[in-house]
């Protein structure tokens, strides 16, 4: 059996006074595509920064890549992508191949240089996400979709196992987060990717992902969208914490 | 008209100097600026006063002799300190620690200036620059803070990008963003003491933006920002330090306004171009 890229194990976590996570325990297995759902301040963003290891749980134990995430030295194993197209400052005058070169920083190390081979993984990136052709351009100028591949790209660049996105698509237009959710299932399938995304848009995730997790302060569901698409308005009602009314298209 | 600068060796320490602050200035100001942290240097440019008045007002009262320049750097150096560190006491508000350094350093200045009964045209030449202020001994410290400087940029460079363009993003990737926000923090405490022999106090963070503002205007990329606020600079300091002498008025005052006449042709173009 292989070992889970992420395990967490009874994690409790508090901001001042108010529980955010109570008692969570889930893996996520390698090669996953896993969506996390749940509704806002039920604790998915908590979650996400407990694995990156920017904050630390009052209880439990998170393991990733067998390791503790305290311990783990090779950071580049793991990508993140948040909603930088929303929030990144625009009047930044880098150019893609400078932002997606950033990504090697950390995985070079100090007082080294990138080398011919390096370079060239920095185009690849780019390559991988479709936007060769906006190489040299500034990214304040690109789209949010365009922009949030590139964040993509910078990810993948350092070539890591598991990547990590914080609401990718927060105000993308429907046909660019359409293109969005294919190229993360390429990044699965084909570069065999284990992905952990935090959405609100659920309808387009089902599709592509193989593993679901509703998530409101403690796990109310985790399975494959077969199983989530059997959960029914009480369901939704309970994990949400108040009544929903499921809609269809 | 360079002949007088090429003649008699004060103004040639001057315009050499002048050359080099032109250089360092505006090339640690471009990450301040994208950091969104441009006020620090005016923090840093009033705590480096107190340390200047600190020995003026020494040799005058005391006779110790303690050479301006070392003490404003040292001042410069221990307030960038206490700005980093102020600013992850108060993470929430971390522009808190600019006016908090800023008016510890003009009570000091105040506090040492009074304890000495003034300085007269001394403190004059570094609130406002002097074209004649700069020793051979100057020329050789800045120098050496120059050196300084470019080696720890080049080799920090990709840390120092990284984490101006994105620091939560260098601090998941592992990077000590803490120490290296405190080495630049102090690089920059350096290069404004340096700077203020020539530009003085109250405008020596002009220099390290206003050429910054022009080049993002029309610059596309990070380094080619980075040549141009160079480039910018350079041109500002060399007019600026020839037009002050021949009309007998503070460099950097000159090197200032023609800093903004810079900005207002970089904001010019990028207007036509549209």
């Known amino acids: 059996m292989t070992t889970p890229v992420v395990s967490m194990s009874n994690i409790n976590f508090h901001y001042e006074s108010r529980k955010v996570l109570d008692d969570i325990n889930f893996e996520i297995p390698q090669g996953a595509f896993m969506g996390l759902v749940g509704p806002n301040g039920g604790g998915k963003t908590t979650l996400i920064r407990l694995i990156l290891g920017l904050e630390k749980q009052e209880t439990g134990e998170i393991m990733v890549f067998g390791q503790s995430i305290q311990k783990l030295k090779n950071r580049a194993r793991i990508g993140f ?27 070079l190390g100090y007082l080294k240089f990138l080398t011919k081979k390096d370079k060239q993984k920095v185009h690849e990136a780019i390559a991988q996400v479709g936007m060769t052709e906006y190489t040299k351009q500034n990214i304040g100028n690109l789209s949010g979709g365009q922009q949030q591949r590139i964040f993509i790209a910078r990810a993948l660049v350092s070539d890591p196992e598991l990547i990590i996105l914080d609401e990718p698509t927060v105000g993308i237009d429907y046909e660019n987060v359409k293109k969005f959710y294919e190229l993360l299932y390429k990044l699965n399938t084909e570069f065999k990717k284990t992905l952990l995304l935090v959405t609100h848009d659920t309808g387009t995730m089902t ?8 998530l409101n302060k403690t796990m109310h569901f985790h399975g494959n969208p077969d199983e989530y698409a059997l959960l029914t308005e009480a369901d939704f009602s309970q994990i949400y914490g108040h009544p929903v009314s499921l809609v269809t298209h | 008209m360079l002949l007088d600068f090429l003649t008699y060796p004060f103004l040639r320490y001057t315009f050499l100097t002048g050359i080099l602050i032109g250089m360092i200035a505006p090339l640690l100001g471009t990450f301040i600026v994208v950091r969104r942290q441009s006020l620090i240097a005016d923090a840093l440019s009033h705590v480096t006063l107190a340390g200047i008045s600190f020995g003026l007002m020494a040799e005058k009262k005391y006779g110790w002799v303690i050479s301006p320049i070392y003490s404003g750097m040292i001042f410069s150096v221990i307030g960038s300190i206490f700005i980093e560190k102020l600013r992850t006491v108060y993470k929430a508000y971390q522009e808190i620690s600019i006016p908090i350094i800023l008016s510890a350093g003009v009570g000091l200045s105040v506090i040492f200036i009074s304890i000495a009964d003034g300085f007269n045209t001394d403190l004059f030449n570094y609130l406002f620059g002097s074209v004649s202020a700069v020793t051979v001994n100057d020329f050789y410290v800045i120098a050496g803070i120059t050196i300084f400087v470019l080696v720890i940029i080049w080799l920090f460079f990709k840390e120092l990008f990284t984490m101006s363009f994105d620091e939560e993003q260098a601090t998941i990737a592992g990077l000590h963003v803490k120490w290296v926000n405190m080495l630049f923090i102090i690089l920059t405490a350096l290069v404004i003491a340096a700077s203020i022999r020539i530009v003085g106090v109250l405008l020596v963070s002009a220099l390290m933006t206003l050429p910054v503002a022009a080049s993002m205007r029309i610059a596309k990329g990070f380094k080619q920002m980075i040549f141009l606020s160079i480039l910018f600079g350079e041109i500002a300091v060399i007019f600026g330090i020839i037009s002050g002498y021949y009309l007998d008025i503070p460099p950097g005052g000159t090197i200032v306004m023609t800093s903004i006449i810079i900005l207002l042709i970089a904001i010019g173009m990028k207007k036509l171009r549209k």
């Open chain 1, 81 to 107: 992508v948040s909603q930088k197209a929303n929030t990144f400052n625009k009047g930044f005058p880098a150019t893609v191949y400078e932002v997606v070169a950033s990504g090697l920083t950390a995985q």
């Open chain 1, 207 to 214: 599709e592509y992902a193989t593993d679901i997790v509703c």
